[in-house]
């Protein structure tokens, strides 16, 4: 009896704390603000950052390119790591002739000199041509390096000469002569490019200099691409002309021809050019160049066109013959990356999935493997590179879960791991140039970008240096919900999942369901970091009153080579059956309306939304895609090959994913969205959906921005663009009652 009187009296107590606390968040709640879009769109909500940070030879000090808004000016200024202070100004616009603004600047090896941009056109995602200029740092001379806008200028490592791509040429600039000789001919838009990279390799191998100077400066490498047969994609640009104009590049789709490319040798002294023979190698690709520490020694990575075959050949470019090092196979593919590093006596550190997990490996000169450096069922995310003098190595992984990132350093030998980052979430690392000390950036979801100073050896924190803890205190005035991280058993897997609930949530009622994904391979959206523009709007949408979710399904990254490349040859069945399933089961729970779930995504989440409402009609009422991509027939041989081999070998795999061959079973409510100058995901793509929708008589709604690319943005055009989707969004999940809710215009 006495037990049943606590008991009940117990329940009153809580009883009433659950009630005091709901009272609290609620009256809290009333007093905070909620975010617009014209804040999300306007910088309101924008992080600080350390622009273009570089770090000195002398490990003690880094320089930042800054930028005085109130006085025009740009100057690249010297900071001492320990104490933070600036110690002096390399230079400054005020004082150059010709440079109102400094875009980007590079040193030199010695670091007597410094590369400037300014007048930075932009081409497409990486490249650019630009207005370039050599600064003396004790003369304080200017030089510029040409009259015409170039592309990549690079010195050689005395700082004597700089290499550039000019008009699909090579060029090479004696500093001391001022002379410029043009060290290639047959360059032609449209046809020959020599040192640059096409847009396919540029886009899908994420590099646009395609040459490289040897340790010495006496040998310039360079791949050529001969265009001549690859197909061209036009687009027309509207622009405010009476007529529009049309933008014509060389573009291979999926099972055309790419570039033949090849390689060659300069010899600045002889002045002759060697070519290369690697045919006997996987060579349909040449994804990286990069010389050894020895100046006769190249190394090539060469691919296969489903490559899923990697060799690393090096070339003895004294002989100009060349050997096999490593062999790196895969049943589906090889991913390329920037993680080779070579050291003093040319063995070289590499990356590789082959254990099941991608990890850091050590190979002699020859290419016999010296040891497994790293191990474990956790993924190396980024490699940072190798301590000469302590022989440590500092890297990135998952060691602390999948969602989490945390920088590490190790012996060579594998033994004597620490891990440095002492903050769960999101942590990456910037070495100085003697990996000494690092910067580490931390953010989690619930802390912005937060910058601090860490001695290497154990990653004792010496500093602050940038905190947005202005932008945190100032978010406890709007009504900002927790993401909440969890798995979801669906198929077969525990799938990353995160929810954001309304700061009200009541979970006796029913809530609309407004999911999230991006699902690529490879790719990860459920990551316990600081958000972006699409947070803020998710938080907005459930300050609404709507439930967001995002699952990373089958395919996606970070949880080992099996769980990534089970989609292979298959791209949006497996990836589309793990939303709608996911889908499915949250709509089963007792606060989420199952009637009124929605999906969205942006390329290949556009991709996968419009997959999701067609295949998983009974499930989505409704979903937006923005410049998705809606049959991979018409996206590029390099990205598209990779996962699904060529049209013309799965022609299935290509067309019973497409959304395409869905349309006849729409049911719900569908926005479509593409800029109309996409040179990436081709409005083609939108285009071609539309008139299958069209024949077979569904109704749905579109919109097309003119000359807009893949991000559609500039001016008004984002903000623009949020608001007819939140205006949809409310529209066809808010509640029945009240379906159609202005939006301030």
Known sequence: MANKNVNSLNKKILTRILVLFLTAITSLSAQQKDITLEEIWSGTFRTEGLDVLRSLKNG???????????????????????????????????????????????????????????????????????????????????????????????????GSKIAFGFDNNLYVKNLQTGNAKQITDDGKKNSIINGITDWVYEEEFAFVRAFDWNEDGTKIAYIRFDETEVPEFSMDVYGKELYQTQQVFKYPKAGEANADVSLHVYDLDSEKT?????????????????????SDILSVQLTNRHQNEVDLVFVDTKKNTTSLILKETDKAYVDITDNLTFLNDNSFIWTSEKSGWNQIYHYDKSGKLINQITKGDWEVTNYYGFDQNTGRIYYQSTENGSIN??????????????????????NSGSFSADFSVYINTFSNSTTPNTYTLHESLKGNQLR??????????????????????????????????????PLDFDPNKEYPLFMYQYSGPGSQQVANRWGGSNDYWHQMLAQEGFIIACIDGRGTGLKGRDFKK????????????????????????????????????????????????????????????????????????????????????????????????????????????????????????????????????????????????????????????????????????????????????
């Open 464 to 501: 602050g240096i940038v905190n947005n803890d202005g932008l945190k205190n100032s978010l406890a005035g709007y009504k900002v919900s927790p993401k909440e991280f969890s798995t979801i058993n669906v198929n077969g897997n525990d799938l990353n999942m995160y929810m954001i609930k």
């Open 405 to 426: 990132r945390d920088v590490y350093s190790v012996l060579a030998s594998g033994k004597n791991k620490l891990r440095l980052s002492n903050q769960t979430g999101n």
């Open 274 to 294: 060697a070519n290369v023979d690697v045919s006997d190698y996987n060579s349909y690709y040449i994804p990286r160049i990069e010389w050894t520490r020895n």
């Open 60 to 158: 003690k000090e880094y320089s930042v390119l800054n930028y005085d808004q109130s006085s025009k000016t740009s100057t690249v200024d010297v900071y001492d790591y320990k104490s933070g202070d600036m110690v002096r100004t390399l230079v400054t616009s005020n004082d150059l002739a010709g440079i109102t603004r400094i875009s980007s600047y590079e040193f030199s090896k010695d670091e007597s000199k410094l590369l400037l941009a300014t007048n930075l056109d932009r081409i497409y995602r990486h490249s650019a041509v630009g207005t370039y200029y050599v600064y003396e740092v004790k003369s304080k001379t200017l030089t510029l390096v040409s009259e015409d806008k170039i592309q990549e200028p690079t010195f050689n490592n005395d």
């Open 566 to 745: 089970m989609t292979q040859k298959e791209l949006g069945k497996f990836e589309v059956e793990d939303q709608i399933a996911a889908a499915q089961k949250l709509g089963s729970l007792s606060y989420i309306d199952e009637n009124r779930i929605g999906i969205w995504g942006w390329s290949y989440g556009g991709f996968m939304s419009s997959n999701c409402l067609f295949q998983g009609a009974d499930t989505f009422a409704m979903a937006i895609a923005v410049a998705p991509v809606s049959s991979w027939r018409f996206y590029d041989t390099i990205y598209t090959e990779r996962y699904m081999e060529t049209p013309q070998e799965n022609a299935s795999g290509y067309d019973e994913n497409s959304p395409i061959s869905h349309v006849d079973k729409l049911k719900g409510d569908f926005l479509l969205v593409h800029g109309s100058a996409d040179d990436n995901v081709h409005a083609q793509n939108t285009m071609r959906l539309v008139e299958a929708l069209v024949q077979a008589d569904k109704d749905f709604d579109w919109a097309v921005y003119p000359d807009k690319n893949h991000g559609i943005y500039g001016g008004n055009t984002r903000l623009h663009l949020y608001k007819k989707m939140t205006r949809f969004i409310k529209e066809t999940l808010g509640d029945p009652k009240d379906k159609l809710i202005k939006i301030k215009n």
